[in-house]
């Protein structure tokens, strides 16, 4: 492979967008490196800007592990596509079926695999705001060594194998590592994208139990409970009212969110105020009434009577329902308090 981790000493940036392509390389998983190989093959890169953009933008591309000829591609095709079963494999064409995805979809072979572009980037990067950047897809990052290999891999969770059935981050990893449990390797080091979240690393007692609350956590941040309106800044909240600095903890408050009434900040009172009105069934959309009517107005009475409290995300308060514990301890061995 590549030396990936020095590309970005060789392009021309600022010295803090250097430093942050040294951390951002520093950081990446095993399968953000594989896709990044094929990546620069396929999308232009001139310059740190170009760059901070595209590993911002990762997972738009797909990556198929160890697809890296079209006899390997139809393989992979056949099996993780179109679950092809052993019987039936001999009998596939792979060489022909790999020839023709590859024609169609213009990616990129590898030594690691095959890489091409799902969707097109935009620019996310644009020179002024890389305090904004998180790195791409993730919800906890963990980096795991062994003896054969001490310097240690990350590892972006949630892992999305047992859905898709293909190889993903942690099966990348393991192999990367010359492993095939977790029980043989060490945890260096973990973190959250909730800067609450404080010293993961320290809150498990094994690689297994971490892993769980990550992929699980990140499921929920993928799926933004369900569709829910205001999803994050209503778990950053909440978060921030219970003082939580765990992540089991933390997934247990995205359970409960319910126990919490919310609001947004002035940003977004109109939407909120939009959404809220047509729910109480106070106005309708596409009316005169409603053409008229003064959705901000109206979401700051409804912060008023149900008395909420201003924070940083926007204004929020317990609601007394019953929280259920399902992944955290009990709430006295975390000192935290709940009102």
Same mark, same amino acid.
């Given at each position: 492979?590549? %030396?990936?981790?020095?590309?970005?000493?060789?392009?021309?940036?600022?010295?803090? *967008?250097?430093? +942050? /392509? *040294? %951390?951002?390389?520093?950081?990446?998983?095993? %399968?953000? @490196?594989?896709?990044?190989?094929?990546?620069?093959?396929?999308?232009?890169? $001139? $310059? &740190?800007?170009?760059?901070?953009?595209?590993? *911002?933008?990762? =997972?738009?591309? #797909?990556?198929?592990?160890?697809?890296?000829?079209?006899?390997?591609?139809?393989?992979?095709? &056949?099996?993780?596509?179109?679950? &092809? !079963?052993?019987?039936?494999?001999?009998?596939? @064409?792979?060489?022909?079926?790999? !020839?023709?995805?590859?024609?169609?979809?213009?990616?990129?072979?590898?030594?690691?695999?095959?890489?091409?572009?799902?969707?097109?980037?935009?620019?996310?990067?644009?020179?002024?705001?890389? #305090? %904004?950047?998180?790195? #791409?897809?993730?919800?906890? @990052?963990?980096?795991?060594? $062994?003896?054969? +290999?001490?310097?240690?891999?990350?590892?972006? /969770?949630?892992?999305?194998?047992? =859905?898709?059935?293909?190889?993903?981050?942690? !099966?990348? &990893?393991?192999?990367?590592?010359?492993? $095939?449990?977790? =029980?043989?390797?060490?945890l260096l080091d973990a973190k959250c994208v909730f800067p609450n979240i404080k010293e993961l690393a320290e809150q498990y007692d094994s690689i297994e139990e971490l892993i769980s609350d990550g992929n699980n956590f990140g499921y929920v941040c993928d799926e933004q409970g369900q569709g829910r309106a205001f999803f994050t800044e209503h778990l950053e909240s909440a978060m921030e009212l219970e003082v939580c600095t765990r992540l089991d903890f933390a997934l247990d408050i995205s359970q409960n969110l319910n126990c919490y009434d919310f609001a947004p900040k002035e940003d977004k009172l109109e939407i909120y105020g939009r959404l809220l009105a047509r729910k109480n069934g106070i106005v309708e959309p596409d009316t005169i009434l409603g053409d008229n009517f003064d959705y901000t107005l109206y979401a700051k009475a409804d912060i008023d009577n149900r008395g909420l409290a201003p924070c940083k995300n926007g204004f929020i308060k317990s609601n007394g329902e019953q929280f259920h514990y399902e992944f955290s301890k009990k709430l006295d061995s975390m000192g935290i308090s709940m009102e």
């Open positions: 492979m590549k %030396k990936l981790e020095y590309l970005w000493k060789d392009i021309e940036g600022t010295e803090k *967008e250097n430093e +942050y /392509l *040294e %951390k951002r390389f520093a950081e990446m998983s095993v %399968k953000e @490196k594989y896709i990044l190989e094929g990546a620069v093959q396929i999308v232009e890169v $001139n $310059n &740190a800007p170009d760059l901070i953009n595209l590993t *911002e933008q990762l =997972s738009n591309f #797909d990556f198929h592990y160890k697809a890296t000829d079209n006899e390997s591609l139809g393989e992979y095709i &056949a099996r993780h596509k179109e679950c &092809a !079963s052993d019987d039936i494999l001999p009998f596939i @064409k792979i060489d022909q079926l790999g !020839s023709e995805y590859h024609e169609d979809l213009n990616g990129i072979f590898t030594d690691k695999g095959y890489v091409y572009q799902r969707n097109s980037l935009k620019q996310i990067y644009d020179g002024t705001n890389l #305090d %904004k950047m998180t790195g #791409d897809n993730w919800t906890v @990052k963990i980096k795991v060594g $062994n003896k054969d +290999y001490p310097e240690g891999v990350w590892i972006n /969770l949630p892992d999305y194998e047992f =859905s898709s059935l293909e190889p993903d981050e942690m !099966s990348i &990893a393991l192999d990367a590592l010359g492993a $095939n449990k977790w =029980s043989r390797c060490a």
